[in-house]
């Protein structure tokens, strides 16, 4: 499946997400990979697996706001705002003029891949640039949700009960990909809730249309050529019939929303009909999201983590993504379960996180957490994808409450708490908006020296207190 990124979580608290569904927009996680995203009226998310670029999108969530078709949308024709020269009205212009001549130029590269001149004119040959798109690539989140509101939209009664009807429905499929790839059911499930809303909302804009727009025109297009490559050689080969390749505006596709490159890598034909369809045959959708999750290191048996209670005068430093313990040796430090129930695994290693610093639940994230990050880089969405897995078989809900009084702070307003913090004289490093380990180290120092808890986490309560002072 494609990796759509649902969200971003913000370093010091603040959660950037947003799903997207094939309306909005993506947003650039940190520096180095970003992803387009597609979800439904908020999520953003990522294309899928392998590398991308930029969040892609599960799409789920809710009903998509804009009730004008995609194709009658049309680009605004401004510049985007990330300031990219590729991203500027008169470079997109430049760019669409020249569509022809781009989509064209690849042809050589599809015919290595084995792609015919007969069937690149079938396919390719009457598009037309969806430069709508271009405006989806650079728009902005319009709103910032914290990460807890994403856990309540992804993750809710109806998707557990509608995901227990999957999963009782497709038994028989779900018993043959377990037993042959060791991915536990309720996790491929788990993924299918929040990507598609089992099916039922992915996006309806032509996966080809829109990889070869975003692999001509805009600032993504090395990404983009491979996924209009791949998307191609889809069609040629006939996994996918062309009504069937349909998605989010990144180009991911299918009920779990696999982007074409990760299509190429992980999809399988399970039922032995020729045809690797992870768009209307279930099983071959099931296997395929179980052997994605198998390749990138799933380990048979073990879960992704495990709802934390953190004690009073916890060294919060600790809670870092790089620092690594067994489970045993967290309890150690005196973190628990819930209720004291013991660790299953004491030996598997994991990391500590708290999305709400030290005023909500912690999390210890073990190896298959990081194996659903590769799906989908944002810890909101891996940790949707853990608990939905968990409700599915039965779960409780989390048992720690989440900060909803804390707002979550905008990029202007992280930038105006670092600001401040190195007028007082914390040195959290260049005002960015972006808060990285020097920044969280100077909340923690501003915190300690009035008093609260030193968890790093920048809240509204802390730039509040920095404002006052
Ligand atoms: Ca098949």
New binding site residues.
């Given amino acids: 499946m494609a990796k759509s990124s649902a969200f971003m979580y913000g370093t010091a608290g603040a959660v950037l997400v947003g799903l997207t569904a094939a309306l909005t927009a993506c947003m650039e996680t940190t520096g180095s990979t970003s992803k387009p995203e597609s979800l439904q009226a908020y999520a953003q998310a990522q294309p899928s697996q392998a590398q991308p670029p930029a969040p892609a999108v599960p799409a789920t969530v809710a009903p998509s706001p804009n009730p004008i078709p995609s194709a009658l949308r049309e680009w605004t024709g401004e510049d985007g705002s990330s300031g990219h020269p590729l991203m500027k009205a008169s470079a997109i212009r430049a760019a669409a003029a020249n569509f022809q001549n781009c989509l064209e130029g690849m042809f050589p590269l599809a015919a290595k891949r084995g792609v015919t001149r007969a069937s690149f004119d079938k396919h390719a040959k009457g598009l037309t640039p969806d430069l709508r798109i271009m405006d989806l690539v650079d728009a902005q989140p319009e709103f910032t949700k914290a990460f807890w509101d994403y856990l309540d939209i992804l993750v809710n009664d109806a998707r557990v009960a509608n995901g227990q009807e999957m999963l009782a429905k497709h038994k028989a499929a779900f018993d043959k990909v377990e037993k042959a790839y060791g991915v536990d059911r309720h996790f491929v499930t788990a993924i299918w809730g929040v990507e598609s809303n089992y099916g039922t909302l992915g996006g309806d804009r032509s996966v080809l249309r829109s990889t070869a727009t975003l692999a001509c025109v805009g600032r993504r297009q090395a990404y983009f050529r491979d996924e209009f490559l791949a998307a191609l050689d889809i069609l040629h080969r006939g996994d996918v019939r062309p009504e069937q390749l349909k998605g989010s505006w990144a180009g991911a596709f299918g009920p779990t929303q696999f982007m074409p490159t990760s299509f190429k890598r992980f999809a399988v034909?399970?039922?032995?009909?020729?045809?690797?369809?992870v768009v209307d045959?279930p099983?071959?959708m099931i296997a395929s999201t179980a052997n994605n999750l198998k390749k990138d290191g799933w380990v048979t048996g073990a879960t992704w983590g495990y709802e934390v209670v953190v004690p009073k005068g916890f060294n919060f430093l600790l809670a870092d993504r790089s620092k690594q313990m067994s489970l045993a040796e967290w309890a150690k430090l005196g973190i628990k379960r819930p209720g004291g129930k013991p660790f299953p695994r004491p030996d598997d290693k994991g990391y500590l996180l708290v999305p709400a610093g030290n005023q909500g639940p912690g999390f210890i994230m073990l190896h298959n957490f990081r194996v659903i990050m590769k799906y989908n880089p944002a810890e909101a969405y891996a940790l949707a994808i853990g608990h939905l897995a968990d409700r599915l078989q039965g779960g409780a809900p989390f048992v720690q409450a989440w900060p909803r009084h804390e707002a979550v702070l905008s990029r202007e307003e992280r930038r105006e708490l670092q600001e401040l913090l190195l007028k007082k004289g914390f040195d959290g490093g260049q005002p960015t908006g972006r808060l990285g380990p020097k920044s969280r180290a100077a909340i923690r120092d501003f915190q300690a020296s009035i008093g609260l808890t030193p968890d790093g986490f920048a809240t509204a309560t802390i730039l509040a207190r920095l404002r006052s002072r």
């Fill in positions: 034909d399970f039922d032995g009909d020729g045809r690797r369809d045959t099983i071959d």
